[in-house]
């Protein structure tokens, strides 16, 4: 084997050692919501947003890479688009830490399992990118799963369809941001942090904040709420430079996996026949999707980038 070979598969050992242990730590972050959970979801997001700064800013520091954020600080148009981002991956983590709060977890993994397929029909609404017919059909059992949840539920299954429809906006809009990935989630958090602390200094004034000496247990917490954010970020950008998309592809369901499993028998949330069913149609479509990534011909493959 020549040395570029080894390299090749240290790099892709390494990418997916990095990539494992975000999805890992997606996977358990229910757990640690759970422990927030009588804390205010927007109180949360503000703190998530608030201790994310310096564990991004450290990172770019060992990295090299403050120079770029500089740059990126210069241009109207990249500090704009960061800020559109921004607001759908608050929006997304907002939902989240609520839906955790009132034992809604299940519905979380459903959102987090349909977002690739809501990513693809986005692509060809919005791209023009042709879906074969493997996916047309993973779409369409997707779509049948929601309906269901809707008439067993008497209405939409929004929280699902909210997580599903912002990530994948964010991931959209994400892609057009003119900057890597851990200077992009730096520049995002910075434009946040501003109101983030604004609202936590007023509810300290208001006396409705939880960040006080006289509870150590939610100070920590909270601050806690910074790495907890940002590491499985920062190792699922390491991870996914190193891989090819198909691996990626395959390793998202391990989060929504996970957060299935803990809703279920960690937490005890209902898991009725109806949801049974659909998730079993959503597990199809998944595969369905699966199949047809690891097994198109590459003359209709579409370039990731």
């Not at 779409?139 to 994948?168: M, Y």
């Not at 390793?251 to 949330?269: N, R």
Request: glycine content about 8%; hydrophobic content about 60%.
């Amino acid at each position: 084997m020549t040395t570029d070979a080894h390299a090749s598969d240290a790099a892709a050992t390494r990418g997916f050692l990095f990539a494992l242990s975000a999805y890992l730590l997606w996977g358990a972050l229910p757990l640690f919501m759970k422990a927030v959970a009588h804390i205010p979801a927007i109180e949360v997001v503000a703190h998530r947003i608030i201790w994310s700064v310096p564990v991004a800013g450290v990172t770019l520091l060992a990295l090299g890479r403050a120079a770029d954020v500089k740059v990126a600080l210069r241009s109207p148009r990249t500090v704009l688009m960061a800020a559109v981002t921004a607001a759908f991956i608050t929006c997304n983590w907002s939902i989240y830490v609520w839906a955790i709060a009132v034992d809604r977890t299940v519905e979380t993994a459903l959102g987090y399992y349909i977002n690739p397929l809501v990513s693809v029909l986005m692509g060809a609404a919005l791209l023009g990118e042709r879906l074969n017919r493997f996916q047309i059909a993973a779409i369409a059992l997707a779509a049948v799963a929601v309906l269901i949840l809707a008439l067993d539920a008497g209405g939409v299954p929004w929280v699902s369809l909210a997580l599903a429809i912002t990530f994948a906006i964010y991931g959209f809009l994400r892609k057009t941001l003119p900057i890597g990935p851990s200077q992009g989630f730096f520049l995002e958090v910075m434009i946040l942090a501003l109101p983030a602390l604004g609202y936590i200094i007023w509810l300290q004034m208001h006396g409705e904040g939880h960040f006080v000496l006289s509870n150590p247990g939610d100070i920590g917490l909270l601050m806690a709420c910074g790495p907890v954010t940002a590491v499985p970020l920062m190792l699922y950008a390491f991870g996914a430079k190193l891989l090819r998309l198909s691996t990626i592809g395959l390793m998202q369901y391990i989060a929504p996996t996970i957060i299935f499993l803990i809703a279920v028998f960690g937490f005890g949330e209902p898991f009725s026949g109806v949801r049974v069913i659909a998730f079993v149609l959503i597990w199809m479509a998944l595969a369905i999707y699966t199949w047809s990534m690891f097994f198109r011909r590459p003359a209709v493959q579409t370039d990731p980038a």
